[in-house]
């Protein structure tokens, strides 16, 4: 399958592991692609999708695989922040954990309530079985390594971020 994907070296990575190609197209292009058979799917949200109302361009069904869930977090260059003096630092920060989870709650809402209507306009819903969604994480897993070097994440991060995963009893 091509698949539209919104960017971003692991993206692109996931897609080609699990046996697809990665397909960059803007996502204003993406009604017309889909329509034109351009690309054969997407990987976006259900609130994406229904805002697109990508129906109407040929989206029929959803395999929800939990793979991905993108959030929005506010980001500035250490440049900048360590410009700001630290009232204003303390402001930005105390902002941000007194919305967060509310934020997080709304964008949640959001995700069932766009599903539902997705479901009414047609889109079949399908996911994979618990057994796929671990074969599925032990094929990523073959690529992180290298995938972390060509991102220059930090390795630490990574190790907590397994450690955690494991200490939740996740399977990859």
Same mark, same amino acid.
């Given at each position: 399958?091509?698949?539209?994907?919104?960017?971003? %070296?692991?993206?692109?990575? &996931?897609?080609?592991?699990?046996?697809?190609?990665?397909?960059?197209?803007?996502?204003?292009?993406?009604? =017309?692609? =889909? %329509? +034109?058979?351009?690309?054969?799917?997407?990987?976006?949200?259900?609130?994406?999708?229904?805002?697109?109302?990508?129906?109407? %361009?040929?989206?029929? *069904? %959803? @395999?929800?695989? @939990? +793979?991905? *869930?993108?959030?929005?977090?506010?980001?500035?260059? =250490?440049?900048?922040?360590? #410009?700001?003096?630290?009232? !204003? +630092?303390?402001?930005?920060?105390?902002?941000?954990?007194?919305?967060?989870? $509310?934020?997080?709650?709304?964008?949640?809402?959001?995700? /069932?309530?766009?599903?539902? !209507?997705?479901?009414?306009?047609?889109?079949?819903?399908?996911?994979?079985?618990?057994?796929? /969604?671990?074969?599925? &994480?032990? &094929?990523?897993?073959?690529?992180?390594?290298?995938?972390?070097?060509?991102?220059?994440?930090?390795?630490?991060?990574?190790?907590?971020?397994? $450690? $955690?995963?494991?200490?939740? #009893?996740?399977?990859?």
């Amino acid at each position: 399958m091509k698949v539209r994907f919104p960017g971003g %070296s692991a993206n692109a990575a &996931r897609i080609k592991t699990l046996g697809g190609t990665a397909t960059l197209i803007p996502w204003p292009d993406l009604p =017309l692609a =889909l %329509s +034109q058979g351009v690309v054969d799917g997407v990987t976006t949200t259900h609130e994406s999708a229904f805002t697109a109302k990508l129906w109407d %361009s040929g989206l029929k *069904f %959803s @395999f929800e695989d @939990f +793979q991905y *869930f993108g959030q929005y977090v506010p980001m500035v260059s =250490l440049d900048f922040w360590n #410009k700001q003096p630290k009232e !204003v +630092q303390d402001a930005l920060t105390g902002a941000w954990e007194t919305m967060v989870v $509310e934020q997080r709650k709304m964008a949640a809402q959001a995700q /069932i309530d766009a599903r539902e !209507v997705l479901i009414k306009n047609g889109i079949k819903m399908a996911g994979p079985s618990p057994a796929e /969604i671990v074969a599925a &994480r032990k &094929r990523l897993m073959v690529v992180q390594n290298d995938l972390v070097k060509e991102m220059k994440i930090d390795a630490d991060a990574v190790q907590l971020g397994l $450690e $955690e995963l494991r200490a939740a #009893k996740v399977e990859f």
